[in-house]
């Protein structure tokens, strides 16, 4: 069976769904989840306007509310994605 390929940012996997985007990859012990919360229209594009980023433990024996470790919030989906990713990076470097 083929493996499956992520589209990446940063050299880690990037999946969407809708309005909401995962950063990193589930084996590692934190990934950044991303919500768009709106959007605006320009000519033949949608570019997300506000968005929430959240630093989340992959630990699933932790409670939903104490796996949030960071929480944000950015205009422009570059911007908090960015964000984002330099939290992981920092995080994953702690654990290490």
């Known amino acids: 069976m083929a493996e499956e390929k992520f589209l990446e940012y940063k050299g880690r996997p990037l999946v969407r769904a809708g309005k909401q985007i995962y950063y990193g990859s ?10 768009i919360k709106n ?3 320009l ?3 949608t570019l997300a ?12 024996t932790l409670p939903p509310k104490d796996r949030i470790i960071k929480k ?7 911007v908090a994605l960015d964000l984002g990713a330099t939290w992981l ?4 470097k702690k654990e290490a």
């Open 26 to 35: 589930l084996n590692d012990p934190y990934v950044v989840y991303l919500t």
């Open 39 to 41: 959007s605006n229209e």
């Open 43 to 45: 000519k033949d594009i």
């Open 49 to 60: 306007q506000e968005v929430t980023i959240q630093l989340l433990s992959t630990d699933d």
């Open 72 to 78: 944000s919030e950015k205009n422009g989906l570059f």
């Open 89 to 92: 990076e920092r995080q994953l």
